[in-house]
């Protein structure tokens, strides 16, 4: 049971280019979630999925899109990637409420992204 | 929108002693979640505890307790008998209760940072 996996662990982008961070749970939790963590900010919500087909958007969206076609993958993709998306990108994942199990959030291990 | 203000950025501890977080949060629910975070260095994000707003106990884990104060609308986390694997970065966070899908949506605050002193 590897819980929550995010790749890649590290990662340098010149401004414009875009890429997708990965992140995988094999826990079969219905929520799942893409965080930021900046220098004095704390972690701040991107976007969040509440099951295969079903995303919102958190306090910090813009830049960002995401799509749940499974269960267990949630995707994130920067688009045209600026300096202010450099920050250390957290996904995590929980079961529903009700659902019998725990409500935790489990997180992964984070993505530190650069963006020159 | 819910709020959480964690208003010290660092503290500091000596070994083996006691030392107490600070957290208060605003929010106009009744029914919602209170949580502290560990991240060491690893950068992982752990579990420390977590708080049900609608228990008046306050919830504990070994050495760590929380003062949960819900009319103040204060949270504090307690560490007792303080280890040099205690330091860490803190995050309090809180969670709705009362909404689809807020078991994927926590709020959190800036966070502190915890020296332990051998």
């Known amino acids: 049971n590897a819980g929550v996996t995010q790749t890649p662990k590290f990662q340098v982008l010149k401004t414009g280019q875009s890429m997708t961070l990965q992140c995988a749970q094999d826990?079969?939790?219905?929520?799942m979630s893409w965080y930021r963590q900046d220098p004095g900010m704390g972690l701040r919500l991107i976007h969040y999925?509440?099951?295969?087909?079903?995303?919102d958007q958190g306090e910090v969206p813009n830049g960002y899109n995401v799509s749940r076609s499974t269960t267990e993958d949630f995707p994130l993709r920067l688009l045209s990637a600026a300096p202010s998306q450099t920050s250390v990108y957290f996904c995590?994942?929980?079961?529903?409420?009700?659902?019998?199990?725990?409500?935790?959030?489990?997180f992964g291990p984070g993505t530190r992204l650069t963006v020159l | 929108a819910q709020t959480v203000t964690q208003s010290q950025p660092e503290m500091s501890v000596q070994e083996a002693e006691t030392v107490t977080l600070s957290c208060t949060y605003d929010?106009?629910?009744?029914?919602?979640?209170l949580f502290w975070y560990k991240q060491p260095p690893s950068r992982q994000m752990i579990l420390v505890i977590r708080?049900?707003?609608?228990?008046?106990q306050n919830a504990t884990e070994n050495r760590f307790s929380v003062n949960f104060q819900k009319a103040a609308k204060s949270f504090s986390l307690k560490i007792s008998d303080s280890q040099l694997g205690d330091a860490a970065m803190y995050f309090c966070?809180?969670?709705?209760?009362?909404?689809?899908?807020?078991?994927?949506?926590?709020?959190f605050g800036k966070g502190i940072t915890l020296s332990v002193r051998p």
């Open positions: 826990m079969n939790h219905e929520y």
């Open positions: 708080q049900e707003a609608y228990k008046q």
């Open positions: 929010t106009s629910e009744s029914d919602y979640y």
């Open positions: 999925s509440v099951g295969a087909g079903i995303t």
């Open positions: 966070a809180y969670r709705s209760g009362e909404n689809t899908g807020a078991n994927s949506k926590l709020t």
């Open positions: 995590a994942s929980s079961s529903a409420l009700g659902s019998g199990g725990t409500d935790t959030q489990y």
